[in-house]
């Protein structure tokens, strides 16, 4: 169960990065929205996808049901 869990981690991941490579390709205006059915994982997938992009200056933000973003956070991002 261990290994499709990390499979199915790692195809999203791959997901992630074709969209950021659009998203750098064809400009400003377009957000990912990655969806987390757990909060916990939500944290984790911010903190991972934060660091490993951060040379290419995209940013990551958590939006949960607990928190807000302000419109200006929200318009910065790359990643929600």
């Not at 992630?16 to 994982?41: D, F, Q, S, T, W």
């Not at 290419?56 to 049901?65: H, K, M, Q, S």
Request: hydrophobic share 50%.
């Amino acid at each position: 169960m261990k290994r499709i869990h990390m499979l199915l981690i790692h195809t999203l991941e791959m997901m992630v990065v074709e969209g950021i490579l659009l998203h750098l390709r064809n400009g400003e205006g377009r957000k990912i929205v990655y969806i987390a059915p757990m909060k916990a994982l939500a944290q984790e997938v911010v903190e991972k996808f934060s660091s490993k992009l951060k040379p290419l200056n995209v940013i990551v933000r958590e939006l949960t049901g607990d928190m807000q973003l302000t419109r200006l956070e929200v318009e910065s991002s790359d990643i929600i």
